[in-house]
């Protein structure tokens, strides 16, 4: 988390002294900013920013203290350095000694999210420029270039002689020699004047080599891990060291069996760890890696083709004509270039990018807020439009990992701690069993020095006891589990690169849906258009309460040749790429046919065929397509009737057209769509015209806003509104005309001044059917009890429509709206809150049978206070963020419909969402959800574009059926995974208690009972314990539990291992009161050892049952994997495995006696009498198991009791406050929410009152 923080374009560093300076000061840098003043010295800050901190100190390498490390690693024989290199911050510290940063050769990086501490250790490099003077230009080597370092106070760079610097998370952080600090290397341009931008001139090579020296190479090339470096890596971790050391005692125990056969398990997991390791390396390495060359321009104008690693931010490069994928982040200063972003989007779909404004007064650029003039790293660059003699011009700004391609990247290669319980919970349980390993070493070791054990025996069999309970073979059986689920999705189609979370992914209670592409199809179609007729009504408009019929609608095919079908065929940012018309899905609508493949971006092209127009661009170069006053026309076809069109728009009387001129619009320019406006529109030119005219289009209420209020009939409100409430997708068309307009100032005119006075011409209806996996998919996570909400870009009133139609809002549920009052927008306080009942998003019985009005809502709040859902716009969140937090909780546990969201704000959502303890899955096409999929427990794409690697999940089916699938693959790995671990712990603890009984003897299980019962049913059942498949059937409401460490997993362990012990005491006490006894008689200390007793025999008999009884017990089935004998391996190697026990009990052969060194007691009824406790056993374990754990504490015991506050998440206590606040929150007003203007987040900002200053 804290990489993304520093990957913020706003954040600033700062340091602290500690001491009063000098070699033994320390410093520490503030990587996370806001609001940070410069301590004092002789003081110490914390730096903190919400749950991240950050701190660096610095340290010098010292020599007494590595010669003492060094001998202490010999007098240990290794043992420490083994240690250390498990914790390297460690290492530094006893080989280095604390020093201000300004001294420093090494920086410890201490970063701190949450309850997670992560350190990172770097070296401080120096790099020096020539020894010459700096301003002696003749002086330098260009050998040994000058160093331009960035001053972001004044965005210029200046030459110095020598930089220090240390790279973190692939990020430069220069230190800065008047400030005393480290300072990570920003964006120069950010921030900067864009009409600064346009006046750069070229570097030259010295400036060049200079910058480069600095910021490094632009690549974002990965370097494969050495194989051996990655062998040595997985080895050395804390569990295959403690298998090293366990098959080394087994080995001088001379038990080589088994711990040949651990050999062999654990070299064949590194070895499939090294594979898969090598094999993500090369597969992300060979998804990023571009290499390529690239036309500079230099300062004597001149032009220079270098490689594309050698730019640096400053560099002016022309941009190639051909298809390409672009090496770094440039701002676009001539021409037109159209890109594919799928690689940072998702979606493949062209986009426009146009040069930056020059004209821009005191405009600063920001590559969010000018996306539409800025080239991204990674995206590939499909076609360039240039004026004759000019070039495509960019200027870059950001290269290597600083770019957005490479933020990606770190985001991938840096992804923030997962909050799982399941692997702390496992080190705590090793940490149990480690003590209870001690408990009996102490026991044991007491115990046979009162019997004078040799102190060489009594150190081997002690040894031997901690090996026998931490089980060695735990990472293979914990691993199998996730490696088996993560190949059913596979089958299934959906592919996961993080296997860690698919346990997590069984804990989900929650799933975000993004809408179009999602829930919907990707296509929209168009269903006819709604026109403003010339007495200023639209035709056949109908009462808002009825539902939207074909009389209100107009076919597109039945409309004659005017503005109406000329502003849908010119107002589009359609083009042509070598014959193929492409561009935006929405415009694809408004299209035509032209001769060539349409290419498909999953969308149909009925609307712009529906107006059967042509698009055609001149058969000439690229170089001179400027030149012509139209480089772009869309003509009718032939025979359709024309419309009287009003030359100029109607300003100068009706004017029938000239029969003899052809029908022809050229497109003259193009002011490209705009996410903060809401809007797009073209400059056109009828041929034979004297005048253009201005084509608008956008959502209505922005078009709304723009036109002429007598243009804008009254009745088009309840129109509108009639056809977002049943999911239609609406945008409106405006027009102007501009009957002074000149050409050469068509060019240069700001947008503003023509976008504005519109006439309004009609609405244009759209309808994104939905996918038919949406509603049963819904309903299932509805009924498994998984909440379900909408967090879209769309319009609010579709949104609600569709979450209707899709079952996300049940039918009679409520919902209200949360919004900011905009009349209190320019006050001085924070801005109250309105909650309205909306109307006609939800029928509710009680609010029928009780009447309308205030009371009403309240009486449909209060009859089902659970039941209402919250809904609220993008925008009003933000206010809500800023100025109401304590309201944020409210809206994440009751919120079911967040539009007009931008993707920033559906990663803050969810992360909100995740503070509150949920177990947040996030499904989205790709498309700007990709913050959103990065920040929630499980995300899953339904792309397969590159930005889906940014997801651990995806899925080749692009729909949401594939979110059951994976919340029921993840309940049964977790399940698995738990049921495994327990299992693993029980048989460490009954093998334990065998052997602590049988030392009581002096007596021990033989190397080959060993061998059995760690080979051939613990390896063979922990191995085919995770092939039971996910249960079928629906997803049931119950979920597993999340953590070991609960009241029913240790209940549960903890039956089991009393029933154990009981029956193996129980065996060993009862067998030496048979008459036919005989006592064991250890050997002497030059004989064999001979384990073969009674005792031996009792004991072991009823264990070897108990390992088969446990794994039958620990074996769970329905709701969340199939029964038992489903899986045909496992349940023939129980089989197989019981005879075997059976048949060594009851009548053992005598080749079975000798190999397991049996001693069978005389008595069959005696050893019928064992067999038939062992099987009482099981039935006692399952009662206890199933009777008493599962039906009497968990179901019915600990909801009385209530769980513990702690264990209990926060959005519980959210939803028990508003249970007991049901009827007076919320407060509703007195009048269901009307049709408001939906408010672009710029706009809201600016009409909010300044925030408080950070404290």
Same mark, same amino acid.
């Given at each position: 988390?804290?990489?993304?923080?520093?990957?913020?374009?706003?954040?600033?560093?700062? &340091?602290?002294?500690?001491?009063?300076?000098?070699?033994?000061?320390?410093?520490?840098?503030?990587?996370?900013?806001?609001?940070?003043?410069?301590?004092?010295?002789?003081?110490?800050?914390?730096?903190?920013? =919400?749950?991240?901190?950050?701190?660096?100190?610095?340290?010098?390498?010292?020599?007494?203290?590595?010669?003492?490390?060094?001998?202490?690693?010999?007098?240990?024989?290794?043992?420490?350095?083994?240690?250390?290199?498990?914790?390297?911050?460690?290492?530094?510290?006893?080989?280095?000694?604390?020093?201000?940063?300004?001294?420093?050769?090494?920086?410890?990086?201490?970063?701190?999210?949450?309850?997670?501490?992560?350190?990172?250790?770097?070296?401080?490099?120096?790099?020096? %420029?020539?020894?010459?003077?700096?301003?002696?230009?003749?002086?330098?080597?260009?050998?040994?270039?000058?160093?331009?370092?960035?001053?972001?106070?004044?965005?210029?760079?200046?030459?110095?002689?020598?930089?220090?610097?240390? +790279?973190?998370?692939? $990020?430069?952080?220069?230190?800065?020699?008047?400030?005393?600090?480290?300072?990570?290397?920003?964006?120069?341009?950010?921030?900067?004047?864009?009409?600064?931008?346009?006046?750069?001139?070229?570097?030259?090579?010295?400036?060049?080599?200079?910058?480069?020296?600095?910021?490094?190479?632009?690549?974002?090339?990965?370097?494969?891990?050495?194989?051996?470096?990655?062998?040595?890596?997985?080895?050395?971790?804390? &569990?295959?060291?403690?298998?090293?050391?366990?098959?080394?005692?087994?080995?001088?125990?001379?038990?080589?069996?088994?711990?040949?056969?651990?050999?062999?398990?654990?070299?064949?997991?590194?070895?499939?760890?090294?594979?898969?390791?090598?094999?993500?390396?090369?597969?992300?390495?060979?998804?990023?890696?571009?290499?390529?060359?690239?036309?500079?321009?230099?300062?004597?104008?001149?032009?220079?083709?270098?490689?594309?690693?050698?730019?640096?931010?400053?560099?002016?490069?022309?941009?190639?004509?051909?298809?390409?994928?672009?090496?770094?982040?440039?701002?676009?200063?001539? =021409?037109?270039?159209?890109?594919?972003?799928?690689?940072?989007?998702?979606?493949?779909?062209?986009?426009?990018?146009?040069?930056?404004?020059?004209? %821009?007064?005191?405009?600063?650029?920001?590559?969010?807020?000018?996306?539409?003039?800025?080239?991204?790293?990674?995206?590939?660059?499909?076609?360039?439009?240039?004026?004759?003699?000019?070039?495509?011009?960019?200027?870059? #700004?950001?290269?290597?990992?600083?770019?957005?391609?490479?933020?990606?990247?770190?985001?991938?290669?840096?992804?923030?701690?997962?909050? &799982?319980?399941?692997?702390?919970?496992?080190?705590?349980?090793?940490?149990?069993?480690?003590?209870?390993?001690?408990?009996?070493?102490?026991?044991?070791?007491?115990?046979?020095?009162?019997?004078?054990?040799?102190?060489?025996?009594?150190?081997?069999?002690?040894?031997?006891?901690?090996?026998?309970?931490?089980?060695?073979?735990?990472?293979?059986?914990?691993?199998?589990?996730?490696?088996?689920?993560?190949?059913?999705?596979?089958?299934?189609?959906?592919?996961?690169?993080?296997?860690?979370?698919?346990?997590?992914?069984?804990?989900?209670?929650?799933?975000?849906?993004?809408?179009?592409?999602?829930?919907?199809?990707?296509?929209?179609?168009?269903?006819?258009?709604?026109?403003?007729?010339?007495?200023?009504?639209?035709?056949?408009?109908?009462?808002? @309460?009825?539902? *939207?019929?074909?009389?209100?609608?107009?076919?597109?095919?039945?409309?004659?040749?005017?503005?109406?079908?000329?502003?849908?065929?010119?107002?589009?940012?359609?083009?042509?790429?070598?014959?193929?018309?492409?561009?935006?899905?929405?415009?694809?609508?408004?299209?035509?046919?032209?001769?060539?493949?349409?290419?498909?971006?999953?969308?149909?092209?009925?609307?712009?065929?529906?107006?059967?127009?042509?698009?055609?661009? *001149?058969?000439?170069?690229?170089? %001179?397509?400027?030149?012509?006053?139209?480089?772009?026309?869309?003509?009718?076809?032939?025979? $359709?009737?024309?419309?009287?069109?009003?030359?100029?728009?109607?300003?100068?009387?009706?004017?029938?057209?000239?029969?003899?001129?052809?029908?022809?619009?050229?497109?003259?320019?193009?002011?490209?769509?705009?996410?903060?406006?809401?809007?797009?529109?073209?400059?056109?030119?009828?041929?034979?015209?004297?005048?253009?005219?201005?084509?608008?289009?956008?959502?209505?209420?922005?078009?709304?806003?723009?036109?002429?209020?007598?243009?804008?009939?009254?009745?088009?409100? *309840?129109?509108?509104?009639?056809?977002?409430?049943?999911?239609?997708?609406?945008?409106?068309?405006?027009?102007?005309?501009?009957?002074?307009?000149?050409?050469?100032?068509?060019?240069?005119?700001?947008?503003?001044?023509?976008?504005?006075?519109?006439?309004?011409?009609?609405?244009?209806?759209?309808?994104?059917?939905?996918?038919?996996?949406?509603?049963?998919?819904?309903?299932?996570?509805?009924?498994?009890?998984?909440?379900?909400?909408?967090?879209?870009?769309?319009?609010?009133?579709?949104?609600?429509?569709?979450?209707?139609?899709?079952?996300?809002?049940?039918?009679?549920?409520?919902?209200?709206?949360?919004?900011?009052?905009?009349?209190?927008?320019?006050?001085?306080?924070? !801005?109250?809150?309105?909650?309205?009942?909306?109307?006609?998003?939800? !029928?509710?019985?009680?609010?029928?049978?009780?009447? %309308?009005?205030?009371?009403?809502?309240?009486?449909?709040?209060?009859?089902?206070?659970?039941?209402?859902?919250?809904?609220?716009?993008?925008? @009003?969140?933000?206010?809500?963020?800023?100025?109401?937090?304590?309201?944020?909780?409210?809206?994440?546990?009751?919120?079911?419909?967040?539009?007009?969201?931008?993707?920033?704000?559906?990663?803050?959502?969810?992360?909100?969402?995740?503070?509150?303890?949920?177990?947040?899955?996030?499904?989205?096409?790709?498309?700007?959800?990709?913050?959103?999929?990065?920040?929630?427990?499980?995300?899953?794409?339904?792309?397969?574009?590159?930005?889906?690697?940014?997801?651990?999940?995806?899925?080749?089916?692009?729909?949401?059926?594939?979110? !059951?699938?994976?919340?029921?693959?993840?309940?049964?790995?977790?399940?698995?995974?738990?049921?495994?671990?327990?299992?693993?712990?029980?048989?460490?603890?009954?093998?334990?208690?065998?052997?602590?009984?049988?030392?009581?003897?002096?007596?021990?299980?033989?190397?080959?009972?060993?061998?059995?019962?760690?080979?051939?049913?613990?390896?063979?059942?922990?191995?085919?314990?995770?092939?039971?498949?996910?249960?079928?059937?629906?997803?049931?409401?119950? +979920?597993?539990?999340?953590?070991?460490?609960?009241?029913?997993?240790?209940?549960?362990?903890?039956?089991?291992?009393?029933?154990?012990?009981?029956?193996?005491?129980?065996?060993?006490?009862?067998?030496?009161?048979? *008459?036919?006894?005989?006592?064991?008689?250890?050997?002497?200390?030059?004989?064999?050892?001979?384990?073969?007793?009674?005792?031996?025999?009792?004991?072991?008999?009823?264990?070897?049952?108990?390992?088969?009884?446990?794994?039958?017990?620990?074996?769970?089935?329905?709701?969340?994997? +199939?029964?038992?004998? #489903?899986?045909?391996?496992?349940?023939?190697?129980?089989?197989?495995?019981?005879?075997?026990?059976?048949?060594?009990?009851?009548?053992?052969?005598?080749?079975?006696?000798?190999?397991?060194?049996?001693?069978?007691?005389?008595?069959?009824?005696?050893?019928?009498?064992?067999?038939?406790?062992?099987?009482?056993?099981?039935?006692?374990?399952?009662?206890?198991?199933?009777?008493?754990?599962?039906?009497?504490?968990?179901?019915?015991?600990?909801?009385?009791?209530?769980? +513990?506050?702690?264990?209990?998440?926060?959005?519980?206590?959210?939803?028990?406050?508003?249970?007991?606040?049901?009827?007076?929150?919320?407060?509703?007003?007195?009048?269901?929410? !009307?049709?408001?203007?939906?408010?672009?987040?710029?706009?809201?900002?600016?009409?909010?009152?300044?925030?408080?200053?950070?404290?």
């Amino acid at each position: 988390m804290v990489s993304k923080m520093i990957s913020s374009d706003t954040v600033t560093s700062g &340091f602290s002294n500690i001491g009063p300076g000098g070699e033994d000061q320390t410093a520490s840098m503030q990587l996370l900013g806001g609001g940070f003043k410069r301590p004092s010295l002789g003081t110490k800050q914390k730096t903190t920013d =919400g749950d991240e901190s950050a701190v660096v100190l610095g340290f010098r390498r010292s020599a007494p203290l590595t010669a003492l490390l060094w001998l202490a690693v010999l007098l240990t024989a290794g043992l420490l350095r083994l240690l250390l290199h498990w914790r390297p911050d460690w290492m530094l510290r006893c080989t280095h000694r604390r020093c201000h940063l300004r001294h420093a050769t090494s920086v410890l990086v201490i970063e701190r999210y949450k309850k997670y501490t992560s350190r990172f250790i770097h070296v401080v490099r120096t790099k020096r %420029s020539s020894p010459a003077d700096v301003e002696d230009e003749e002086a330098i080597d260009l050998e040994k270039p000058r160093l331009f370092v960035p001053d972001m106070a004044t965005r210029e760079f200046r030459a110095v002689t020598e930089i220090r610097f240390f +790279r973190h998370k692939k $990020l430069c952080h220069l230190w800065n020699n008047e400030t005393e600090r480290f300072e990570r290397l920003e964006p120069v341009f950010t921030g900067q004047l864009m009409k600064e931008l346009h006046n750069m001139k070229p570097l030259s090579v010295a400036e060049q080599d200079g910058r480069r020296a600095v910021f490094g190479d632009n690549n974002i090339n990965l370097q494969l891990t050495p194989l051996l470096k990655i062998i040595f890596l997985e080895v050395l971790s804390p &569990f295959y060291v403690f298998q090293v050391f366990a098959c080394l005692l087994w080995f001088l125990d001379e038990y080589e069996y088994y711990a040949t056969a651990i050999v062999v398990a654990s070299t064949a997991s590194v070895t499939a760890a090294v594979y898969q390791q090598r094999k993500n390396e090369k597969n992300l390495r060979r998804t990023i890696h571009v290499t390529d060359v690239v036309e500079v321009v230099r300062d004597d104008d001149s032009t220079q083709v270098v490689p594309a690693d050698c730019l640096v931010p400053g560099d002016i490069i022309v941009v190639p004509s051909h298809k390409t994928t672009l090496c770094c982040d440039a701002v676009l200063l001539t =021409g037109n270039v159209i890109v594919n972003e799928s690689m940072l989007t998702g979606e493949s779909v062209p986009v426009t990018k146009v040069p930056l404004p020059a004209d %821009s007064g005191l405009e600063r650029y920001s590559p969010q807020l000018h996306g539409r003039h800025t080239l991204f790293s990674g995206t590939q660059l499909l076609q360039t439009r240039y004026y004759k003699h000019e070039r495509v011009l960019a200027v870059v #700004t950001q290269t290597g990992f600083m770019t957005s391609k490479g933020q990606l990247v770190r985001s991938i290669l840096y992804p923030p701690p997962v909050d &799982f319980e399941l692997q702390q919970d496992s080190y705590k349980f090793i940490g149990v069993l480690a003590c209870v390993a001690i408990v009996g070493v102490i026991y044991s070791s007491y115990t046979k020095a009162m019997r004078d054990v040799p102190a060489s025996d009594i150190a081997l069999d002690v040894l031997d006891l901690v090996t026998i309970v931490v089980p060695p073979a735990l990472p293979y059986a914990m691993a199998v589990g996730i490696i088996v689920g993560v190949e059913r999705l596979s089958r299934r189609g959906i592919f996961c690169i993080s296997p860690r979370s698919v346990n997590l992914a069984g804990l989900i209670d929650i799933v975000c849906f993004d809408k179009t592409g999602t829930l919907t199809e990707d296509g929209l179609d168009l269903k006819g258009v709604v026109r403003v007729s010339s007495s200023g009504d639209p035709p056949g408009a109908a009462s808002p @309460d009825s539902d *939207p019929g074909k009389q209100q609608l107009e076919s597109v095919s039945s409309l004659p040749v005017g503005l109406f079908t000329t502003g849908m065929a010119a107002c589009h940012g359609l083009i042509l790429i070598n014959g193929e018309l492409t561009g935006d899905p929405l415009d694809l609508k408004v299209s035509t046919e032209v001769k060539g493949e349409l290419i498909g971006i999953k969308v149909s092209i009925e609307m712009f065929e529906s107006t059967g127009w042509q698009l055609e661009e *001149p058969e000439m170069d690229e170089t %001179s397509r400027f030149d012509v006053l139209a480089p772009t026309v869309v003509r009718p076809p032939a025979g $359709l009737e024309m419309e009287t069109v009003p030359e100029g728009g109607g300003n100068e009387g009706n004017v029938e057209m000239d029969q003899d001129v052809p029908f022809e619009v050229g497109i003259v320019r193009q002011f490209v769509f705009s996410s903060s406006l809401q809007r797009m529109s073209v400059l056109t030119r009828r041929l034979g015209a004297k005048h253009m005219e201005l084509f608008c289009k956008g959502s209505p209420e922005m078009i709304m806003s723009l036109s002429d209020p007598e243009t804008v009939p009254p009745s088009i409100r *309840p129109v509108l509104d009639s056809y977002t409430q049943h999911g239609f997708r609406v945008l409106a068309l405006g027009h102007r005309p501009l009957p002074k307009l000149s050409y050469a100032r068509a060019q240069r005119i700001a947008r503003e001044e023509v976008e504005c006075q519109l006439t309004f011409l009609g609405l244009l209806v759209f309808e994104n059917r939905l996918k038919p996996q949406s509603r049963p998919v819904l309903q299932e996570l509805y009924n498994a009890d998984i909440r379900t909400v909408m967090v879209t870009g769309d319009n609010m009133l579709t949104a609600l429509s569709v979450a209707h139609d899709s079952g996300l809002l049940p039918a009679g549920v409520p919902v209200v709206s949360v919004s900011v009052a905009p009349a209190a927008l320019t006050g001085d306080g924070p !801005p109250p809150l309105v909650y309205r009942l909306l109307e006609r998003t939800a !029928p509710c019985p009680a609010q029928a049978a009780a009447g %309308s009005g205030d009371g009403a809502a309240r009486l449909a709040l209060a009859a089902e206070p659970g039941e209402y859902r919250l809904a609220v716009t993008g925008s @009003d969140w933000e206010a809500i963020c800023r100025y109401h937090p304590a309201l944020v909780p409210r809206l994440a546990v009751r919120g079911a419909v967040f539009a007009r969201m931008r993707p920033e704000q559906k990663q803050q959502l969810i992360e909100r969402v995740k503070e509150l303890g949920y177990h947040v899955g996030m499904c989205g096409d790709g498309a700007n959800d990709c913050g959103a999929l990065k920040a929630a427990h499980t995300g899953v794409s339904l792309s397969e574009a590159e930005a889906s690697v940014a997801s651990p999940f995806t899925s080749r089916t692009p729909d949401i059926g594939c979110v !059951p699938n994976i919340v029921r693959e993840g309940r049964a790995a977790l399940v698995t995974s738990f049921g495994v671990f327990k299992y693993m712990a029980a048989y460490s603890l009954t093998q334990f208690i065998s052997v602590i009984i049988l030392y009581e003897k002096e007596n021990a299980l033989t190397d080959f009972q060993f061998l059995y019962i760690d080979m051939f049913l613990i390896m063979v059942f922990s191995g085919l314990f995770s092939l039971t498949r996910a249960y079928p059937g629906p997803l049931s409401r119950q +979920r597993p539990s999340a953590s070991l460490v609960s009241v029913t997993p240790i209940l549960s362990l903890v039956c089991q291992i009393a029933l154990v012990a009981a029956v193996q005491i129980w065996a060993n006490v009862d067998v030496q009161r048979q *008459p036919w006894y005989i006592p064991y008689k250890p050997a002497g200390p030059d004989e064999d050892d001979d384990f073969a007793s009674h005792e031996n025999f009792a004991v072991y008999s009823v264990s070897s049952f108990q390992y088969i009884w446990l794994v039958l017990v620990f074996s769970r089935a329905a709701p969340f994997r +199939r029964p038992l004998y #489903t899986n045909v391996w496992f349940s023939l190697s129980i089989l197989i495995n019981l005879v075997f026990c059976a048949w060594c009990v009851v009548h053992p052969a005598d080749w079975m006696a000798s190999w397991l060194e049996l001693l069978p007691p005389p008595s069959l009824d005696w050893r019928l009498k064992l067999a038939g406790v062992a099987v009482a056993q099981l039935v006692v374990a399952l009662v206890l198991e199933y009777g008493v754990v599962e039906a009497l504490v968990t179901r019915r015991l600990l909801p009385r009791l209530g769980a +513990r506050a702690s264990a209990r998440p926060a959005h519980t206590f959210v939803s028990d406050r508003l249970a007991a606040e049901a009827g007076s929150w919320p407060p509703l007003s007195a009048a269901p929410a !009307p049709a408001q203007q939906e408010l672009s987040a710029e706009e809201l900002m600016k009409r909010l009152p300044p925030a408080a200053p950070a404290r």
